[in-house]
């Protein structure tokens, strides 16, 4: 057989693997064999690079990690979806409908909404060109290095015909299973687990280093067409759907169609059952006008299409005994009640732990050891505990009160006037001194992947460690003394250690953990003073205050931190050891240059972060309270007294639309 149609047969082979696993759900050969032919064709390749293409099987992994992602604007906006809560809310956008097409019965489509991250593949006569996030519907970011990782998505088309021009919609997740095998995986390298799928779904994608990307085990289901130009042309929704996996497009094998409210009303009333059934997380379903020329009719508000709405489902709740009360210290000496429960599966995920946030919120429910309690996950993530339920409490334990000592180091317990927690007084409680080297090495702050929960306590537990200056000192024969870490393990971590050396200020101060001053309020100083923290450490009250943002608070905790000896002896141990700090980039000149904006209520389009990004981008500032010195205060669904305030001062209020036309206007 010649090389090229040898190469040619183990790509066509591979491609059909990757369809028969993620697009028909019937794998027909082994990892292992897969595996092994990919090798052999990337020998091949290797040994004949004349015959390498883009679209290759081997080519899913990247090059070398990129410095930032692009945007890139779509040509259809990918916009969000109206929501509606309840049977009533969907039965009255049935009734919109019928009146506005002036029909007795609509066709609809119904689709599980998968709680993953939104993205968008853009084909070219077969060939994948690029793929973006959501991003603000408008514009989204340049993913794709990331996307060509995913084994489930083609590379290319080959089945016609062909489009000019092909865009899928699509939603990226991680499964359950997969997601505990991941968790599981990083428990034993001493890593930080992730909290949920979705988040780790969508973090996994915006690594700027794609070989990151590649070991996280991403699917995609696809559900809906961008721009399509060519031969071709779709009906309804459920053509589309049922033809693209010919071109090798895995979809939901959940998706029904069906006629009026009935329909709707069944699908989404067994969507609860079909939830815990699942593989994977989803949030409700999405209901959509399944004809193409109606979607057209009835057309699209400036957030959302009309022809479509998704239903929500509750937060899944169980009942089980709270076996036990414990408490847990933070990096602040902050002290946690946490309900340790009777084990039980809500949302697919075993609960075993549940927050009960502090002393007045445990008078407030009255939770005692061995009470049955109502749990749920809240927004289907977090664990709380809902209520007792009274009518089961047979036992007569007594209210659960925190001590006076610490639980970890038993130093004097203190409640400051006006706050609801209690705090260890001891500064170098270990608790506080892990939870500080956590909390700076985080990814908001210095960003160091690799040191994890169970590595930053084992570096504690041998005396490697005593603050976060000394993570800088860390030598590998240090590293590889202790349980299950590697060589490979510690040449990536010292990697990452000496990476973060170069740092924003922004995220070092964020990282010291300074009170009062979180994210935000770092980015303000870093730009104040340029990057250079000799300036920060001797600035006076006055200076701070005449930042922008700085109030009293602020002022007063910064004075106080840079006052201590300490403090500062750690900082310079940091600067010692070689951290050294970038000179922010100068922000782009604008109308709204030094103008003060205020979010509040829920943003549907967009992000919050992602919108405090587009202000800083132009020069503005974001703050999180209303005062004399805000000029915009940007209300989305449900805003709080924020708003109420922002009428009384007199303060310019604008809806979402009015924000993004503002900055797609600078």
Same mark, same amino acid.
């Given at each position: 057989?010649?090389?090229?149609?040898?190469?040619?047969?183990?790509?066509?082979?591979?491609?059909?693997?990757?369809?028969?696993?993620?697009?028909?759900? #019937?794998?027909?050969?082994?990892?292992?064999?897969?595996?092994?032919?990919?090798?052999?064709?990337?020998?091949?390749?290797?040994? #004949?690079?004349?015959?390498?293409?883009?679209?290759?099987?081997?080519?899913?992994?990247?090059?070398?990690?990129?410095?930032?992602?692009?945007?890139?604007?779509?040509?259809?906006?990918?916009?969000?979806?109206?929501?509606?809560?309840?049977?009533?809310?969907?039965?009255?956008?049935?009734?919109?409908?019928?009146?506005?097409?002036?029909?007795?019965?609509?066709?609809?489509?119904?689709?599980?909404?998968?709680?993953?991250?939104?993205?968008?593949?853009?084909?070219?006569?077969?060939?994948?060109?690029?793929?973006?996030?959501?991003?603000?519907?408008?514009?989204?970011?340049?993913?794709?290095?990331?996307?060509?990782?995913?084994?489930?998505?083609?590379?290319?088309?080959?089945?016609? @015909?062909?489009?000019?021009?092909?865009?899928?919609?699509?939603?990226?997740?991680?499964?359950?299973?997969?997601?505990?095998?991941?968790?599981?995986?990083?428990?034993?390298?001493?890593?930080?687990?992730?909290?949920?799928?979705?988040?780790?779904?969508?973090?996994?994608?915006?690594?700027?280093?794609?070989?990151?990307?590649?070991?996280? @085990?991403?699917?995609?289901?696809?559900?809906?067409?961008?721009?399509?130009?060519?031969?071709?042309?779709?009906?309804?929704?459920?053509?589309?759907?049922?033809?693209? @996996?010919?071109?090798?497009?895995?979809?939901?094998?959940?998706?029904?169609?069906?006629?009026?409210?009935?329909?709707?009303?069944?699908?989404?009333?067994?969507?609860?059952?079909?939830?815990?059934?699942?593989?994977?997380?989803?949030?409700?379903?999405?209901?959509?006008?399944?004809?193409?020329?109606?979607?057209?009719?009835?057309?699209?508000?400036?957030?959302?299409?009309?022809?479509?709405?998704?239903?929500?489902?509750?937060?899944?709740?169980?009942?089980?005994?709270?076996?036990?009360?414990?408490?847990?210290?933070?990096?602040?000496?902050?002290?946690?009640?946490?309900?340790?429960?009777?084990?039980?599966?809500?949302?697919?995920?075993?609960?075993?732990?549940?927050?009960?946030?502090?002393?007045?919120?445990?008078?407030?429910?009255?939770?005692?050891?061995?009470?049955?309690?109502?749990?749920?996950?809240?927004?289907?993530?977090?664990?709380?505990?809902?209520?007792?339920?009274?009518?089961?409490?047979?036992?007569?334990?007594?209210?659960?009160?925190?001590?006076?000592?610490?639980?970890?180091?038993?130093?004097?317990?203190?409640?400051?006037?006006?706050?609801?927690?209690?705090?260890?007084?001891?500064?170098?409680?270990?608790?506080?001194?892990?939870?500080?080297?956590?909390?700076?090495?985080?990814?908001?702050?210095?960003?160091?992947?690799?040191?994890?929960?169970?590595?930053?306590?084992?570096?504690?537990?041998?005396?490697?460690?005593?603050?976060?200056?000394?993570?800088?000192?860390?030598?590998?024969?240090?590293?590889?003394?202790?349980?299950?870490?590697?060589?490979?393990?510690?040449?990536?971590?010292?990697?990452?250690?000496?990476?973060?050396?170069?740092?924003?200020?922004?995220?070092?101060?964020?990282?010291?953990?300074?009170?009062?001053?979180?994210?935000?309020?770092?980015?303000?100083?870093?730009?104040?003073?340029?990057?250079?923290?000799?300036?920060?450490?001797?600035?006076?009250?006055?200076?701070?205050?005449?930042?922008?943002?700085?109030?009293?608070?602020?002022?007063?905790?910064?004075?106080?931190?840079?006052?201590?000896?300490?403090?500062?002896?750690?900082?310079?141990?940091?600067?010692?050891?070689?951290?050294?700090?970038?000179?922010?980039?100068?922000?782009?000149?604008?109308?709204?240059?030094?103008?003060?904006?205020?979010?509040?209520?829920?943003?549907?389009?967009?992000?919050?972060?992602?919108?405090?990004?587009?202000?800083?981008?132009?020069?503005?500032?974001?703050?999180?309270?209303?005062?004399?010195?805000?000029?915009?205060?940007?209300?989305?669904?449900?805003?709080?007294?924020?708003?109420?305030?922002?009428?009384?001062?007199?303060?310019?209020?604008?809806?979402?639309?009015?924000?993004?036309?503002?900055?797609?206007?600078?």
């Amino acid at each position: 057989m010649e090389v090229k149609d040898h190469i040619d047969k183990l790509r066509f082979i591979l491609n059909q693997h990757n369809i028969d696993y993620y697009v028909n759900d #019937n794998p027909t050969i082994s990892d292992y064999e897969y595996d092994t032919l990919l090798r052999q064709l990337e020998k091949l390749e290797k040994d #004949n690079p004349q015959f390498l293409t883009s679209d290759s099987p081997t080519q899913r992994i990247g090059g070398v990690p990129l410095d930032e992602f692009n945007s890139i604007t779509h040509r259809i906006p990918m916009q969000s979806l109206a929501n509606a809560m309840n049977e009533n809310e969907l039965q009255h956008f049935d009734q919109k409908m019928m009146k506005s097409l002036d029909l007795k019965n609509v066709e609809y489509i119904g689709e599980p909404k998968l709680d993953g991250l939104a993205v968008e593949l853009v084909y070219e006569k077969g060939k994948f060109v690029y793929g973006t996030t959501r991003g603000d519907g408008m514009t989204g970011e340049d993913i794709t290095h990331n996307l060509k990782t995913i084994k489930a998505i083609p590379l290319s088309i080959l089945k016609e @015909p062909i489009p000019n021009i092909l865009e899928i919609r699509g939603e990226v997740f991680i499964n359950k299973s997969d997601f505990k095998n991941l968790n599981n995986n990083r428990l034993k390298d001493g890593k930080t687990i992730f909290s949920n799928a979705r988040n780790c779904a969508a973090g996994s994608l915006r690594q700027l280093d794609p070989k990151i990307t590649m070991k996280r @085990p991403l699917r995609i289901y696809c559900y809906a067409p961008g721009t399509i130009t060519g031969e071709i042309s779709f009906e309804s929704q459920s053509e589309f759907l049922q033809h693209i @996996p010919k071109w090798g497009f895995p979809v939901n094998p959940h998706i029904k169609t069906g006629i009026g409210f009935s329909f709707i009303k069944n699908y989404y009333n067994n969507a609860e059952q079909l939830r815990n059934n699942l593989n994977y997380d989803i949030d409700g379903v999405v209901f959509k006008v399944n004809s193409y020329m109606q979607q057209n009719s009835l057309g699209v508000r400036s957030k959302s299409p009309r022809w479509a709405i998704a239903g929500k489902l509750k937060a899944e709740q169980a009942t089980t005994i709270v076996n036990d009360i414990i408490l847990s210290v933070g990096r602040t000496g902050a002290i946690t009640p946490v309900a340790q429960l009777e084990p039980i599966k809500v949302g697919g995920v075993v609960i075993s732990n549940a927050t009960l946030h502090n002393q007045d919120e445990l008078d407030r429910k009255d939770i005692r050891i061995g009470d049955t309690v109502l749990i749920q996950r809240a927004g289907d993530v977090i664990p709380e505990v809902v209520k007792v339920i009274q009518e089961k409490r047979t036992h007569s334990n007594k209210r659960f009160q925190i001590s006076n000592l610490c639980p970890i180091c038993s130093y004097d317990v203190i409640r400051m006037q006006g706050e609801a927690v209690y705090r260890c007084t001891n500064q170098i409680c270990p608790a506080k001194i892990k939870g500080a080297i956590e909390h700076y090495v985080s990814k908001k702050c210095m960003n160091i992947d690799g040191l994890g929960s169970k590595l930053v306590e084992s570096l504690i537990d041998e005396k490697l460690i005593h603050d976060i200056g000394d993570l800088y000192l860390i030598t590998a024969n240090q590293l590889l003394s202790l349980d299950r870490m590697g060589e490979k393990s510690v040449d990536n971590l010292l990697n990452a250690i000496e990476q973060s050396k170069k740092s924003k200020l922004s995220r070092f101060i964020h990282g010291l953990g300074i009170k009062h001053i979180g994210e935000n309020a770092a980015k303000i100083l870093e730009k104040h003073f340029k990057g250079n923290i000799n300036k920060l450490m001797k600035s006076s009250k006055d200076e701070l205050l005449s930042i922008n943002e700085i109030g009293d608070i602020m002022a007063d905790s910064l004075i106080a931190y840079f006052a201590n000896i300490n403090n500062r002896e750690l900082i310079f141990k940091c600067l010692d050891n070689g951290v050294i700090f970038l000179v922010p980039k100068e922000s782009k000149v604008s109308k709204i240059s030094n103008k003060t904006f205020v979010f509040t209520g829920n943003l549907s389009t967009i992000k919050r972060k992602e919108a405090v990004a587009m202000v800083e981008n132009y020069n503005g500032k974001v703050s999180s309270s209303v005062s004399a010195k805000t000029d915009y205060v940007v209300a989305g669904d449900k805003p709080g007294s924020k708003l109420e305030k922002a009428i009384k001062n007199n303060v310019t209020i604008l809806s979402e639309v009015d924000f993004l036309d503002l900055i797609k206007a600078l």
